[in-house]
């Protein structure tokens, strides 16, 4: 038998083999994992978490964008599995929880495990190491997925209790809506829009003054409230997720030489998926595509900042159909609720080749500390 034939045939009874053993249940062992020692830490991390962003949502931005979004330039590119303890479909809260404590809990956990009890995240981790952290959100700063990394409570919806968790975190930058949850409170007594300020933090709102005519203080810790209960969609006037996307990096690098950890949220990507509006949705993640590219131009220009960019599951099941043509899209959804396809990451910078593959959400949290080198520091 000819060497080629030989070769051809045991290739072909291998792939046969392969899958009679994936047919069967049986796993097949994996490869050796990349030895992956060898990057450069970054002093920066950024996360971006466009929620409800799947691939199709992404294609529905590009294609009514002139053929083009700023993530494009992302260099690595990576799959996680989105599911919870508790369902193959997860919530952002549980999804979040993944991302900032490297677990996975039950749907509607906001900072605990599956049994109830408090897990450290990375965000009050590097705030313990001496870098400055901060959150900006296009939902409520007290809603799931902004909560999962600096509160913990056992259900989601418990607002006002995670506006108090909050007050117990020395977060250097907040920005999002949910003013009610701190001066308006139904549960108790206290305000804690004074209670911030007696802690120094400098704190306004929409009503006193628009964002952009804000003028901060880089020696306070900053809270901004864009609404006092959720924000409006772009569509309807929200203007401030780019300019607060620009200014956090350059605010939080000033709060700190050893670094700084921002997590930044397109939420209403989500909330167009559930309502099942394309045009929503589209508006909301061409905008956060926005914020890519202002992220990317910060870590471009820094060249310490490591950009991850992902979502805590699909939402919609969003299809783009037959008779659809660039930037006039025939776009179907298979339910107002989440899915559970696998979610793109995408990384850019110092330590981005730790993104590179498929694998849990829970290990975008180790991924993230052992780029940032805080699994040696906490170790110690």
Known sequence: MPVRTFLLTIGILSLTSCNQLQRSGAKVLPLDPPTLQAYDHPKNVILLIGDGMGLTQISAGLYSNGNFLNLEAFPVIGLHKAYSSSD???????????????????????????KGHAVPTILEEA???????????????????????????????????????????????????????????????????????????????????DFQDLTYQSDRNLVYFTANED???????????????????????????????????????????????????????????????EILAFARQDGETL????????????????????????SAFTTDYHTGSLVPVFAYGPGSELFAGIYENTDIYYKMKAALGLDQKLDQ
């Open 88 to 114: 193959l479909i997860t919530d952002s809260a549980a999804g979040a929880t993944a991302f900032a404590s490297g677990i996975k809990t039950y749907n509607g956990a906001i900072g605990v495990n599956a």
């Open 127 to 209: 705030e313990a190491e001496g870098l400055s952290t901060g959150m900006v959100t296009t939902s409520t700063i007290v809603h799931a997925t902004p909560a999962a990394f600096a509160a913990h409570r056992a259900k989601r919806n418990m607002f006002e209790e995670i506006a108090s968790d909050l007050l117990r975190t020395e977060i250097d930058l907040l920005i999002g809506g949910g003013k009610k949850y701190f001066d308006q409170r139904e549960k108790d007594e206290r305000n804690l829009y004074q209670e911030l300020l007696g802690k120094g933090y400098q704190v306004s709102d929409y009503f006193t003054q």
């Open 231 to 293: 924000p409006l969609p772009r569509s309807a006037g929200r203007d401030y997720l780019v300019p607060a996307s620009k200014m956090a990096p350059v605010f939080l690098k000033g709060r700190s030489k050893k670094g700084f950890f921002l997590m930044i949220e397109g939420a209403q990507i989500d909330w167009a998926g559930h309502a099942n509006n394309a045009d929503y949705l589209i508006d909301e993640m061409i905008e956060f595509d926005e914020v890519v590219g």
């Open 307 to 330: 950009v991850i960019l992902t979502a805590d599951h699909e939402t919609g099941g969003l299809a783009i159909n037959p008779g659809s043509s660039m930037n006039d899209l025939v």
